[in-house]
T-cell receptor, first 115, second 110 residues
Framework: GAVVSQHPSWVICKSGTSVKIECRSL??????MFWYRQFPKQSLMLMAT?????????EQGVEKDKFLINHASLTLSTLTVTSAHPEDSSFYIC???????????FGDGTRLSIL | GENVEQHPSTLSVQEGDSAVIKCTYS??????FPWYKQELGKRPQLIID?????GEKKDQRIAVTLNKTAKHFSLHITETQPEDSAVYFC?????????FGTGTRLQVFP
């Protein structure tokens, strides 16, 4: 149980493109979803927390207009990297949690490469 | 701000030996402490977690201890096996969010 699917797994695109990443909880309803960014050989840095039906809460230093998060249903959250640039290249990974917020179950991540 | 420190950053052990990874946290409001195992290019997987009302928890070869007064918690893996080789992350937080440690790369040599 508690399966989280993330799509796509790998994206390569040109600078200036917007990229949408989907995070789905397959067998449970996720009240809260989290988006992380992970650089090579580094830790998971929380970008934002999204709750179904409300605006996402962004961590300090994360541009909300750059990283658009939508959590329209209890099983789907999306992260859109707008006008992506090479410095946005990273591993983006989502997690989902049941009511109560813990534990978090992670998706497989999306490797984003901006040329 | 909130911070979680994790040590060591790398750990090499012989198969069958024990491995211990330690974390300290700064936010005294933290009440949930999970440990995740991440293999190269894969998702972090929850291996054990502990809540602040418990001092110790064990699951087969894995155990976690928590000292809330000192704000530190540790992961203990006994009888290590090569398949235990991975990066391990501790985290501290609550229902709102988790702050992750910097990770420990564990290598178990046969």
């Amino acid at each position: 149980g508690a399966v989280v699917s993330q799509h796509p797994s790998w994206v390569i695109c040109k600078s200036g493109t917007s990229v949408k990443i989907e995070c789905r909880s397959l067998d449970f309803q996720a009240t809260t979803m989290f988006w992380y960014r992970q650089f090579p050989k580094q830790s998971l840095m929380l970008m934002a927390t999204s709750n179904e039906g409300s605006k996402a809460t962004y961590e300090q230093g994360v541009e909300k207009d750059k990283f658009l998060i939508n959590h329209a249903s209890l099983t789907l959250s999306t992260l859109t990297v707008t006008s992506a640039h090479p410095e946005d290249s990273s591993f983006y990974i989502c997690s989902a949690a049941l009511t109560g917020g813990q534990p978090q179950h992670f998706g497989d991540g999306t490797r984003l490469s901006i040329l | 701000g909130e911070n979680v420190e994790q040590h060591p950053s790398t750990l090499s052990v012989q198969e069958g030996d024990s491995a211990v990874i330690k974390c300290t946290y700064s936010d005294s409001a933290s009440n949930y402490f999970p440990w995740y195992k991440q293999e190269l290019g894969k998702r972090p997987q929850l291996i054990i977690d502990i809540r602040s009302n418990v001092g110790e928890k064990k699951d087969q070869r894995i155990a976690v201890t928590l000292n809330k007064t000192a704000k530190h918690f540790s992961l203990h893996i006994t009888e290590t096996q090569p398949e235990d080789s991975a990066v391990y992350f501790c985290a501290a937080g609550n229902t709102d969010k988790l702050i992750f440690g910097t990770g420990t790369r564990l290598q178990v040599f046969p």
